[in-house]
C-alpha cells in the first residue's frame, strides 16, 4: 500500500521534487563559486569567502522551508482535487491512510535532503581550506533535514485539518494579537506575540532549529 | 504666538493713538486698546511664570538607589523609570566595576535642578558627581545604558595609562554578542592586517598582537607590516603640517617616515577596534570569577595580558582562544550543529501534528 502511496504522490509532485532538489543541490555549490584554492591565500581573500560562505548559508533555511510547504501541501493536493474519493475507495482507515501519505511525503523530502548533502560534500572536496575553517557537510545535511521536516509536518497538517481546526488556529493567532492590543491598552509593558514567537524559536521550541547558524564553511 | 500677538496689539494701539491725536474719541479707543495689550502681556507673564515653576518642579532632582549605585534623575521620569533606569545601570556596572568607586561617586543627569539642595539633604555632600547628559524623557534613558557610559567613563580616567591606552571609552560594559557580535566578526574577517588574518584563521599569537595584549617594545613593527600601515595613513586626516608631510611620504612607500609618524601617536597602536577588544572585557567578564575584572583594573603591573591571566587565573593562550571561538560562534551558539538535543523538539512536535491531523479531518 506504501509503495502505491509513494507511487502516486511522485506522480503528483515530481516536477517541484525534482526542482528542489537541483535547488538544493546547487546551494552549496554557490559556496565555492569564489574559488577553492584558500591554504596560503591572501587573508583578505579568506575573510571575503568566509563571509561569502556564510551569507549564502543563511539561504539554506529558507530552501528548507519551501521543501516542507510545497510537500506538506502538495502531499494532499491530488485528493483536493479528487474530493477525497481516491482515499474513501481505499481499504485502509483514515488514520492509516494519513499516516501512509505522511510518509510518501517524508519519503519525497529525502530528494532535496540528499541533493544538498551530495552538493555540500562536492563543495567540501572542492576546496583547500585554510587552518582555522571547517566544513560542516553532514551537520548542514542534518540540520536541512529536520528543518524541512517540522515544515512539511506542519504544512501536512495544515493541508487536511478541517475547517474548525483552520479557524481554531486562526482564532488562536488572532487572540494572540487581541491580548496584545488589550495589554498595550492598558499600559501594561507585557507583550504576548512576541512571547510565544520567542517560546517556538527558541529550543525546545519546535521552530528553534530554522534559527540558529546555518553555515557549510565555518570557524 | 500669543504674546507676539499682544505685542503687535500693543504696536497697532500706539500707532493708532499717534493719528487720532485730533479726536477725543479716538484717543479714548486707543487707550482701551493699549490697556487690553498690558492686560494680554500680564496673563502671558505669570502663565510663563507658571511654566516655568512647574518644569522647575518636574526637573528637581530625585535620588535612586540600586546597590552602591546613586543616581539624581529628574523627578519627571517617574519613580518605576527611574528605579529601572538605575538598575538597569546597576546591572551593566555589575561585577565590572569595584563597589568602593560606585560608593564615592553620584551620578547627576544635567537636566536635573536643585541638585545641591538635593545632595545636601540625601547626605551625598562627600560624593564626586558624574554628569550624564540625558534629558529628561524617559524613552532618552533607554535602559539605563546612559548612566552606565558615563560611569564607565568617569571610572576609566581613574586608570592607569595602559588601560586607559587600550579600553575602550566605556570599558566596553554594553557589547553584546547578538547585537555588537556582527561587527566584532566583520572587523575580525575583514583582513587588512596580517594579524588580524593570522587570529581568524586560529593563531593565538596573531590574535594577541590582533588585540594588544602585549607589552610589545615596538607595537608598530611586530603588530603592522610597512604595507599596512601605509593604508592606514592613506585617506587619514592629520592635524600637522609635520604629520601630513609624514603621511604623504609614508603613502610613497618610504618606510623610515612611516616609523617617524607612528611616533607622533596619530595611528592606532592596537589593530582591533574598540569593538574587538570590548567583546574581551565582555568575554572576560562572562567567563571569569565575579570580581576578576576589577581586580585587572586596579593591577598596574604588566601589559593588558599580563592582568588578565593574574586576575582571571587562566593562561593567556586560553583566554585568546577561547574568546576568539565565543565571538567567531555569537557568544557561545554553537557552531553548525544537528543532534539529538536540536532533533527531539522536531520529532515530538512532528509527531503531534500528524497524530492531530489522523484524529480528525475533512472526510471524517
Redesign the interface.
Known amino acids: 500500500m506504501y509503495r502505491q502511496i509513494l507511487y502516486v504522490q511522485w506522480c503528483a509532485l515530481r516536477l517541484p521534487v525534482v526542482l528542489l532538489g537541483v535547488l538544493a543541490f546547487a546551494l552549496p555549490l554557490l559556496t565555492v563559486t569564489y574559488g577553492g584554492g584558500l591554504e596560503g591565500a ?7 569567502w ?2 561569502a560562505a556564510q551569507q549564502i548559508g543563511q539561504l539554506v533555511p529558507y530552501v528548507a522551508m519551501l521543501a516542507g510547504v510545497l510537500l506538506g501541501i502538495g502531499s494532499w493536493a491530488p485528493d483536493h482535487a479528487g474530493k ?1 474519493v481516491y ?2 475507495s481505499l481499504p485502509v482507515t ?2 492509516r491512510y ?2 501512509l501519505r ?1 510518509a510518501a511525503g517524508t519519503t519525497l523530502l529525502l530528494v532535496p535532503v540528499t541533493a544538498i548533502g551530495i552538493g555540500a560534500l562536492v563543495a567540501t572536496v572542492s576546496v583547500r581550506l ?5 566544513a ?1 557537510p ?6 536541512f ?2 528543518a524541512s ?2 515544515c ?3 504544512f ?2 495544515i493541508a ?3 475547517r474548525r ?1 483552520a479557524l481554531a488556529v486562526l482564532g488562536g493567532i488572532g487572540g494572540l494579537l487581541l491580548a496584545d492590543a488589550v495589554l498595550w491598552g492598558f499600559g501594561v509593558g507585557a507583550t504576548v506575540t512576541p512571547t510565544v514567537f520567542m517560546w517556538l524559536t527558541n ?4 521552530l ?2 530554522l534559527i ?5 564553511f ?2 | 504666538m500669543s504674546r507676539t500677538f499682544a505685542v503687535g496689539l500693543a504696536l497697532v494701539a500706539c500707532a493708532g493713538g499717534a493719528r487720532a491725536q485730533t479726536g477725543r474719541g479716538a484717543a479714548r479707543r486707543s487707550h482701551a486698546l493699549l490697556a487690553q495689550a498690558q492686560s494680554l502681556w500680564r496673563g502671558i507673564a505669570v502663565r510663563d511664570s507658571v511654566a516655568n515653576a512647574r518644569t522647575a518642579w518636574e526637573r528637581r532632582a530625585r535620588r535612586f538607589d540600586a546597590g552602591p549605585l546613586t543616581v539624581l534623575l529628574p523627578d519627571a521620569v517617574g519613580t518605576e523609570t527611574g528605579f529601572r533606569i538605575t538598575a538597569g545601570a546597576a546591572e551593566y556596572l555589575r561585577d565590572a566595576l569595584p563597589a568602593r568607586f560606585l560608593a564615592v561617586r553620584v551620578v547627576v543627569a544635567l537636566a536635573a535642578t536643585g541638585v545641591d539642595s538635593t545632595v545636601r539633604t540625601e547626605r551625598l555632600r562627600n560624593r564626586a558627581r558624574i554628569p550624564v547628559g540625558v534629558e529628561p524623557r524617559p524613552d532618552t534613558l533607554a535602559d539605563g545604558w546612559s548612566v552606565a557610559a558615563a560611569v564607565a567613563w568617569d571610572y576609566r580616567e581613574t586608570l592607569d595609562s595602559t588601560w586607559r591606552g587600550w579600553l575602550p571609552p566605556d570599558l566596553g560594559l554594553g557589547w553584546t554578542p547578538k547585537r555588537d557580535g556582527p561587527a566584532t566578526v566583520r572587523e575580525l574577517m575583514r583582513g587588512d592586517t596580517r594579524v588580524g588574518a593570522g587570529c581568524l584563521e586560529g593563531k593565538v599569537d596573531a590574535c594577541r598582537l590582533w588585540l594588544g595584549l602585549d607589552a610589545d617594545t615596538e607595537p608598530y613593527k611586530v603588530r603592522y607590516r610597512p604595507r599596512e600601515l601605509q593604508a592606514l595613513v592613506s585617506g587619514r586626516w592629520f592635524p600637522t603640517h609635520q604629520s601630513a608631510e609624514l603621511a604623504q611620504q609614508c603613502a610613497a612607500e618610504a618606510r623610515d617616515a612611516c616609523l617617524r609618524l607612528t611616533s607622533l601617536g596619530y595611528l592606532p597602536p592596537i589593530p582591533a577596534g574598540p569593538s574587538p577588544r570590548a567583546s574581551f572585557v565582555r568575554f572576560v567578564l562572562t567567563r571569569s570569577r565575579p570580581g576578576a575584572l576589577p581586580q585587572a583594573l586596579q593591577d598596574r603591573a604588566g601589559s593588558v595580558g599580563d592582568r588578565l591571566v593574574r586576575a582571571t587565573g587562566v593562561a593567556e593562550d586560553s583566554l585568546v582562544q577561547g574568546w576568539r571561538a565565543w565571538v567567531l560562534t555569537e557568544g557561545g551558539m554553537p557552531e553548525v550543529t544537528a543532534n539529538l538535543r536540536d532533533a527531539w523538539p522536531v520529532a515530538v512536535f512532528a509527531g503531534l501534528l500528524v497524530l492531530a491531523a489522523a484524529r480528525s479531518g475533512r472526510w471524517r
Request: no cysteine; net charge positive; proline share 9%.
Open positions: 591572501p587573508p583578505g581573500q579568506v575573510a571575503q568566509l563571509y477525497h482515499a474513501l483514515r488514520a494519513v499516516w505522511f585554510p587552518s582555522g575553517v571547517h560542516y553532514l551537520a548542514l545535511t542534518a540540520r533535514l529536520l521536516f517540522v512539511y509536518a506542519i501536512f497538517t487536511i485539518s478541517t481546526a529550543w525546545p521550541g519546535p528553534s532549529i540558529g547558524r546555518w553555515a557549510l565555518d570557524v
